[in-house]
């Protein structure tokens, strides 16, 4: 069963560059099964799928935040991680990877999610 950890700061200072890393366990990331995804939170708001990547580094990310966004993978330490640059009070939430299942259409495995503050 693949496992899902979340790393990183937890307070971002508002221009600056948030970065997250996930580390996988228990599986392949190079799988075809799953697209690595990042997945956020906004405090008293819903889930707002950031981006993924898949098992070729096939990029995939969210249209309102694309341009800001960057997922990127390192094999040989079998992370994934999430540059978000230009971060805003409105940033804030908390942050989580999960692993999307294209055959089913769903994410069958999250990390625990990481609170990301920015504030100066």
């Known amino acids: 069963q693949v496992q899902l950890q979340e790393s990183g700061p937890g307070l971002v200072k508002p221009s600056q560059m948030l970065s997250l890393t996930c580390t996988v366990s228990?599986?392949?990331?190079?799988?075809?099964?799953?697209?690595w995804s990042w997945i956020r939170q906004p405090p008293g708001k819903g889930l707002e799928w950031m981006g993924s990547?898949?098992?070729?580094?096939?990029?995939y990310y969210s249209s309102s935040l694309k341009s800001r966004t960057s997922i990127s993978r390192d094999t040989s330490k079998k992370e994934f991680s999430l540059q978000l640059s230009s971060v805003t009070p409105e940033d804030t939430g908390v942050y989580s990877c999960?692993?999307?299942?294209?055959?089913?259409?769903?994410?069958?495995?999250w990390g625990r999610g990481t609170q990301v503050t920015v504030s100066s």
């Open positions: 999960a692993a999307w299942v294209g055959t089913t259409s769903e994410f069958d495995t």
């Open positions: 228990g599986g392949s990331i190079t799988t075809s099964r799953y697209r």
């Open positions: 990547i898949g098992a070729d580094g096939s990029t």
